[in-house]
């Protein structure tokens, strides 16, 4: 059964560039999640989805991110412009639900110069 | 707000030995999940605890939690080098919020 699977896995940009990231959970999983993880720190949530429905996206700066889920299954992650404090993993899970374990993608490792 | 710590931050023992790494955190909650992550790979789910009293045991690894004193645990039992990795522990979202935290991180380094 295919995992979490996220593209791209590198992404190198300028900054004030966007950039977009993707998604595609496990099949039938109903929650998704997009998390950013910082050098030798945990991930921290940007936005959880419920089906196509955002239900926490409190930590996600809407000034400049972004992120979608159409149709319940896929999901992007944009930000624009891109800065310097930017740079870090981009990390995507997904869950049955709310309260099963997270299953966590490979991650986009995102650099802005 | 809810904050989860772990203790210690970096841990290296011998192989053979037998160590516990903790995890608090400061709201009540009554799910706790145990991730490890290798060096530039993503996060493999452990354990899940899901109340009170709740006690797994995979391997050399072996979890718990203690909801009452906001505690998890993850001890190993005569580590091994492939061991060695980042384990987190996450606590789920407490009532009437949906965010999950994950602690600091424990970096464990077996030798050989």
């Known amino acids: 059964e295919a995992g979490v699977v996220q593209s791209p896995r590198y992404k190198i940009i300028e900054k004030k560039q966007p950039v977009a990231f993707w998604c595609n959970p496990i099949?039938?999983?109903?929650?998704l999640y997009w998390y950013l993880q910082n050098l030798g720190q945990g991930p921290e949530l940007l936005i959880r989805y419920e089906n196509e429905e955002a239900v926490d996206d409190s930590q996600l700066p809407k000034d400049r991110f972004s992120a979608e889920r159409l149709k319940g299954v896929d999901s992007t992650l944009k930000i624009q412009p891109a800065e310097l404090g930017d740079s870090a993993v981009y990390l995507c899970?997904?869950?049955?639900?709310?309260?099963?374990?997270?299953?966590f993608g490979q991650g986009t490792r995102l650099t802005v110069v | 707000e809810l904050k989860v710590e772990q203790n210690p931050l970096f841990l290296s023992m011998q192989e053979g030995k037998n160590y516990t790494i903790y995890c608090n955190y400061s709201t009540t909650s009554d799910r706790l999940y145990w991730y490890r992550q290798d060096p530039g790979k993503s996060l493999e789910s452990l354990f899940v605890l899901l109340s009170n009293g709740a006690v797994k045991q995979e391997g050399r690894l072996m979890a718990s939690l203690d909801t009452k004193a906001r505690l998890s645990t993850l001890h190993i039992t005569a580590a091994v080098h492939d061991l060695s990795a980042t384990y987190f522990c996450?606590?789920?979202?407490?009532?009437?919020?949906?965010?999950?935290?994950f602690g600091t991180g424990t970096r464990l380094k077996v030798l050989a």
């Open positions: 996450a606590v789920g979202p407490p009532s009437g919020t949906y965010k999950y935290i």
């Open positions: 099949s039938g999983h109903n929650t």
């Open positions: 899970a997904s869950s049955l639900d709310m309260d099963a374990e997270a299953f």
